[in-house]
């Protein structure tokens, strides 16, 4: 099989999103870069993932033209092809319609960082972007989406290398890593962090926003030059 460890990457990073509970029935796909060979493999449109096979990923080039594959490739596509061209350390891409992220998106909300579980993966507001303008949903969607996150990033100064995740309005979540597993791992990160600030602002809807003390303690402590977390 043509691209068998590319594809097996992104097969076996799919294949987890159902089991994260992330996803249902066809929801949502991953995909993964090969830089040096300017390919991608993604998940097939539409293909239930009890169905899905190694096989059956396609391989996509940078050019967005289907280079192997005999399934057509998700509708998504041409958003990781312009996330993957825009960020250059991202090695794989997620998207689902994870309860919890698809609800602060649909609010249009940035998730605001109210306590150190947050702070632990990102020191910063998960990003939510403007809604879609006519002209750009008349165009082509999918593009348009990947470049909504994109100018999202620019117009806030973030870093994709920091901040490995986005809301796209009246949408849903986004999140990338070095691999697909990563970005896999961010997407059920972020589900959890969507989740934990829905029921804090249930609790007390005055919540303030964690003090940044706290903030860079916790962001640093896992992240920064002097991180202590974790084994050798």
Known sequence: MKFASLRKECYEANMELPK???VIYTFGNVSCIDRKKGVFAIKP???DYDKLTPEDIVIVGLDGKIV???LRPSSDTNTHLELYKAFPSVGGIVHTHS?????WAQAARAVPLYGTTHADHLAADIPCTEFMADDRIRNDYETETGLQIIDCFKKHKLKAAEI????VAGHGPFTWGATAAKAVYHARVLEELCKMAFVTECVNPKVPRLKDSLIQKHYNRKHGKDAYYGQN
């Not at 309860?99 to 609800?103: I, L």
């Open 99 to 103: 309860t919890f992220a698809v609800a």
């Open 164 to 167: 490995p995740m986005a809301l």
């Open 45 to 47: 449109s539409g293909v």
């Open 68 to 70: 192997d594959g005999k």
């Open 20 to 22: 994260l509970g992330l």
